[in-house]
């Protein structure tokens, strides 16, 4: 080689040496958006690590700016050359990014994350103690509120073990939501996944089931994709990570054993993908006396906590964690370990109380599985409710409750069991400075908030209970619960600051609430997804169970809805921002119409993609469905709809417009549908004046079948049971879908001319439904304005349907038109309607329609009468009459009239015009 190829040679070494030897460039992944407890999740492909990638290390530090809180947390390996990280805002504000790593693609990435306050009432963020107490971060990290902390378990019906779930994630969340709506419909919100050596290869339980030494990332999808479901449905998972040694349930069996180098892998994995997770807790597994010794459960614990970013209560049954964010968790058996109850206990509140008070720096867990008529344990249905009611009142022990396969099942009353939910989680009860107060009772127990105006007493067994408020602050008011039966609270008044017997109007199990516990917290239905009604709760739009042919308010009466079946564009009027937001004048139509009684606006979520409106009229991040939800839009939608529901305005959502077809998948749903489905739904689900309708003019994009399976995936995602209704294009035959149980409502589009077509064709309806669904005469052309529409909207009321006016804009109605509805609304609602059919056979005299329960009750209506209004076969008896005029909503009663039997006639009373109705009720002999 010469001189000068050598010279050229060295100097080529040395600029390779120094290039390497320079950091790579920062690069800036951007900004994003999101909302407290909302994970986000940034991906990275093309990324080369050379050697084992699980073993790599990438770290990304978040920081508040604005505060000095900071979360590092650990990128994980995603297969392949792809790797993700995970952030979850604990507060709202600008959080910075930046992530080191000896890996050159990992390493120096920048970017932020903007956090905005999150406005779901149902959003809540991590589990967490606050002392002896269990604790859940609500509106930021810093607002904690006691907790009280049930898991539930049901092989007898759901999947526990993971790899029971599937590995096809739209099953998993199915089964999840099944599992999830079974825990609530028992009293209950965890719901229990038991992982095992899932972990490393998915499918195995035990350690020689597999040779993997690496985290199996399809099982993390798995059990990811069961606790964000649940969590976003307002519940959490309580995982078992390992099983026992028996059964090779355990990690003894891997290379290194316990903590040794591959499940110490695993360990930092669950760290760096769970972690920025909400919605878990964690014990070690069962029967731990058995193989692992305390030391070795305590190193897994400290590790866990070390490189978690988000801490998570963890736990290990029958030992003693020492640190924070750990567990105090008991074995049931009474075994020689350093936590247990007496065997198959807890024998009674006094030993609950003693083992609280063991330890006042950690909660408590009773992880014992107390399962129903579990043998040797005292669980039958009064034993396992009082165990709930003890725990709670002893000051928070946490339970374990459900079913093995082979328990017996179901529970007998598990409105007992909601009951004790509804109580404690639904009215926000259980605070964290409560303390326990015995003596202020007789033979009862007492809990004390430190202000000394919240109380709460629990006496079983009683006939009396005697409260001691002589040093409560300030009068206050209170209820009383039997906890045995369906949550129903009887009112006691406001109570003095004095000593003071309450006696129940029968011997039970009584509870009693002290204080105002700040209701506007409440967030869940213990009864979510089961139908069943809730006596404590009311207000809000539901399926009258008894009859299905007309919607009813929760815990309340009869609902009827007249009102603007226009703008369909009501949620893309105004200029459209850059954010994907709108400058219009929604909030002006609403107000136009707030007080008229007008009391629905039709409204479409989809309108492009072949709907009637412009390619921005969808709710997408830059109107891209694969981008998902912009959550800016959703956030003023919220704002609008807030504002609808406060006002008794029913929200008449439609998720997609006539041609409207934005996924080409057949009648099934692709992920990305669900994800739509459920970010609408989980989003506007808590307002109580809202109706889902699938499609407008579904034939000319979508199948029956198609139809049906949107209904069904709007239902599960729906833990308030709210109608789901249908529009077709015109004519009156519903049968495709009058059977179908997740569809409740025929948005009927029928175009006819006169009120008397109208009412004919609502009576024809009526007759074809037989009871299996209502009907909203949603779409008539020409239904004109002033008194035409009047007439027609008084002929389709008639004829046994609800009312939404085509072409009433809101804008350019006359406020007295949207008082025409209004007036309509109120007479109805003033009625038992809800109870009557068409029964026009029934007319005599200047009668034009009739609506009736034979016997009991009649509305008897004229749009111009002549002469006297009439029924024919009326029952003798005395009947109150209350007259309506439908132009000026002016009202006559009568009461007691006595009327002969047969066909009879009456006079209109003075003040009543010739266009009116007249409600009549039979109220004795």
Not at 480 to 504: C, F, H, M, N, S
């Amino acid at each position: 080689m010469s001189g000068r190829i050598c010279e050229i040679w060295v100097w080529l070494v040395v600029f390779a040496v120094v290039c390497c030897s320079i950091p790579a460039p920062a690069r800036d992944l951007g900004s994003r958006e999101a909302r407290v407890w909302e994970m986000i999740e940034w991906d990275l492909n093309g990324v080369k690590s050379g050697g084992n990638p699980f073993d790599v290390v990438a770290t990304v530090t978040f920081a508040h700016q604005g505060s000095s809180e900071k979360r590092t947390t650990e990128m994980f390996y995603d297969g392949g050359t792809k790797w993700k990280f995970r952030f979850t805002g604990t507060r709202a504000g600008e959080w910075k990014f930046v992530s080191k790593s000896k890996v050159t693609g990992l390493n120096g990435l920048t970017g932020s994350v903007t956090v905005e306050e999150n406005r779901n009432p149902k959003a809540k963020g991590f589990v967490t103690n606050v002392g002896n107490r269990f604790a859940v971060q609500v509106k930021d990290g810093s607002d904690l509120r006691g907790y009280v902390f049930n898991a539930y378990m049901s092989r007898v019906k759901h999947p526990a073990f993971l790899d029971e779930f599937g590995s096809e994630l739209g099953g998993v969340e199915k089964a999840a939501r099944a599992y999830f709506a079974d825990a609530m419909a028992n009293g209950f919100e965890i719901i229990f996944v038991h992982v095992n050596n899932n972990w490393f290869k998915f499918g195995a339980k035990k350690h020689s089931e597999h040779k993997s030494e690496n985290p199996d990332p399809a099982a993390f999808r798995v059990l990811e994709r069961i606790i964000t479901t649940v969590h976003r449905m307002g519940g959490r998972v309580h995982i078992w990570a390992w099983g026992d040694e028996s059964r090779k349930w355990t990690p003894r069996g891997v290379p290194g054993g316990i903590n040794g180098q591959v499940d110490r892998r695993l360990q930092r994995y669950i760290a760096a993908r769970l972690g920025p997770v909400a919605g878990w807790t964690m014990g070690y597994g069962f029967d731990l006396h058995e193989w692992v010794k305390a030391e070795q459960v305590n190193t897994w614990a400290e590790y866990l906590h070390k490189h978690f970013g988000w801490q998570h209560l963890l736990s290990a049954r029958g030992q003693r964690l020492k640190g924070p964010y750990n567990v105090n968790s008991y074995d049931g058996f009474g075994r020689g370990v350093p936590l247990t109850t007496t065997s198959h206990g807890p024998a009674d509140y006094q030993e609950i109380v003693e083992d609280l008070e063991g330890d006042v720096k950690r909660a408590h867990l009773y992880e014992e599985r107390h399962s129903y008529k579990r043998s040797g344990f005292k669980l039958d249905m009064d034993g396992t409710r009082r165990l709930l009611w003890w725990e709670s009142m002893a000051g928070g022990m946490g339970g374990f409750f459900g079913f093995y396969p082979d328990s017996p099942h179901p529970y007998p009353n598990p409105q007992q069991l909601r009951t004790h939910y509804a109580f404690w989680h639904d009215n926000g009860r259980f605070l964290l400075d409560m303390e326990r107060a015995n003596k202020l009772t007789d033979g009862g127990y007492v809990l004390k908030a430190a202000d000394k105006k919240h109380h709460v007493f629990y006496k079983e067994g009683a006939s009396s209970i005697r409260m001691d408020l002589s040093g409560m602050a300030g009068e206050q008011p209170g209820i009383a619960v039997d906890t045995k039966k369906a949550y129903r609270e009887i009112g006691l008044g406001v109570l003095d600051r004095k000593e003071q017997v309450w006696r129940p109007p029968y011997r039970s199990d009584w509870a009693i609430a002290v204080g105002n516990f700040g209701e506007e917290e409440i967030v869940l239905d213990p009864l979510r997804n089961s139908g069943a009604e809730d006596p404590s709760e009311g207000g809000r739009i539901v399926v009258d169970s008894e009859n299905r042919r007309w919607l009813k308010r929760k815990g309340g009466g009869a609902f009827f809805m007249c009102g603007p079946g226009d703008p369909e564009d009501f949620l893309y009027r105004g200029k459209l921002r850059p954010d994907g937001t709108r400058d219009g004048d929604q909030m002006a139509l609403i107000e136009k119409m707030k007080g008229t009684g007008a009391n629905c606006i039709y409204l479409m979520a989809v309108r492009s993609h072949g709907g009637d409106g412009e390619k921005t009229h969808n709710p997408f991040v830059n109107n891209d469905p694969g981008k998902g939800v912009n959550a800016k839009v959703l956030e003023q939608w919220e704002r609008w709809f807030a504002r609808m529901d406060k006002n008794g305005i029913v929200i008449y959502f439609f998720f997609y417009d006539d041609s409207a077809r934005v996924w080409r998948t057949a009648d099934k749903l692709g992920n990305q549908e669900r994800e739509f489905i459920r970010a609408i739904v989980d989003r506007f689900e808590h307002h109580k004046n809202l109706i889902w309708c699938v499609a407008e003019e579904y034939q000319e994009a979508f199948s029956p079948e198609r139809v049906k399976n949107i209904a069904a995936e709007i239902r599960r995602a729906d833990n308030y049971v709210h109608a789901i209704a249908v529009h077709k294009l015109s004519g009156l035959d519903f049968s495709e879908f009058a059977d179908e149980r997740n569809i409740d409502q025929f948005a009927i589009q029928y175009n006819k001319s006169s009120a008397d077509e109208l009412h004919a064709g609502m009576v024809s309806a009526w007759k074809r439904a037989r009871g299996r669904y209502s009907l909203n005469m949603s779409e008539a052309a020409g239904h004109g304005t002033g008194k035409e529409a009047r007439l027609k909207s008084w002929a389709c009321a008639m004829g046994g349907a609800y009312v939404m006016i085509l072409e009433m804009d809101i804008a350019g109605t006359p406020k007295s038109d949207l008082e025409d509805c209004g007036r309509l609304v109120r007479f109805f609602e003033g009625t038992n309607f809800n109870e009557m059919a068409p029964h026009d056979e029934l007319r005599f005299g200047g009668t034009k329609y009739v609506l009736a329960k034979p016997g009991d009750s009649y509305i008897a209506y004229a749009p111009n009468l002549k002469g006297k209004i009439g029924l024919k076969e009326i029952k003798a008896g005395r009947y109150d009459f209350r007259w309506f005029d439908c132009a000026s909503g002016q009202e006559v009663p009568q009461k007691a009239v006595r009327v002969a039997g047969g066909n009879q006639s009456w006079d209109r009373p003075k003040g009543i015009g010739k266009e009116l109705a007249v409600y009549i009720k039979r109220v004795g002999k």
